[in-house]
């Protein structure tokens, strides 16, 4: 089965700096990468998500890059705020309607 | 987005017992529902795939005796925990993916259940 592995655990940046979390997954079936967002105490929230027909996704401050060769992607975050603490989760699945297999998921701390 | 809804948000229940927690999704349709498990810092853990109208499937190690799946309508999905014990306690939480054929999903906002 699929099995996505996520880098780094934890992530100190200043605030303005910028964050990068890196995810590689094993099945090459996946075309499905989503990133949540999860704050303490509250269900995971998407971000962003890109599907595999695209190399990469941009909304404002977060973007996501996709190699399918490789079979990484990552998230980037410009311009961090201390709001962007939390947990950052990627993820990947095979098809439409399919649970979602989830990365073991990134700290980032934005100190001000 | 959609809007996935869970119920209770917490609950705290004595050894022995049962909980039921709810999982709706309020402005769409869902035959398919996930439910996870998260352990305190750890990753979303898939326990089974709530189907609608049929029996649900469970990963590897769930027992499906302990955890009942009901996925009774199109909106609402149920997951009752029987004789819960402490090392039930954790976060559970439900997501669903629209029946339009996106890949989209949407997650509840969790239910943390404590057993004493």
């Known amino acids: 089965g699929e099995n996505v592995e996520q880098h780094p655990s934890t992530l100190s940046v200043q605030e303005g700096d910028s964050a990068v979390i890196k995810c590689t997954y094993s099945d090459s079936a996946s075309n499905y990468f989503p990133w949540y967002k999860q704050e303490l105490g509250k269900g995971p929230q998407l971000i962003i998500d890109i599907r595999s027909n695209v190399g990469e996704k941009k909304d404002q401050r977060i973007a996501v890059t996709l190699n399918k060769t490789a079979k990484h992607f990552s998230l980037h975050i410009t311009e961090t705020q201390p709001e962007d603490s939390a947990v950052y989760f990627c993820?990947?699945?095979?098809?439409?309607?399919?649970?979602?297999?989830f990365g073991k998921g990134t700290t980032l701390s934005v100190s001000s | 987005g959609a809007v996935v809804s869970q119920h209770p948000s917490r609950v705290i229940c004595k050894s022995g017992t049962s909980v039921k927690i709810e999982c709706r999704s309020l402005?769409?349709?869902?035959?398919?529902m996930f439910w996870y498990r998260q352990f305190p810092k750890q990753s979303l853990m898939l326990m089974a795939t709530?189907?609608?109208?049929?029996?649900?499937?469970?990963e590897q190690g769930v027992e499906k005796d302990k955890f009942l799946i009901n996925h009774a309508s199109l909106t609402l999905s149920t997951l009752t925990v029987t004789s819960a014990h402490p090392e039930d306690s954790s976060f559970y939480i439900c997501?669903?993916?629209?029946?339009?054929?996106?890949?989209?999903?949407?997650f509840g906002p969790g239910t943390r259940l404590t057993v004493l």
């Open positions: 997501s669903a993916p629209p029946t339009d054929g996106t890949d989209t999903q949407y």
């Open positions: 709530s189907n609608e109208g049929s029996k649900a499937t469970y």
């Open positions: 993820a990947a699945s095979s098809q439409a309607g399919t649970a979602l297999i």
């Open positions: 402005d769409f349709q869902a035959t398919t």
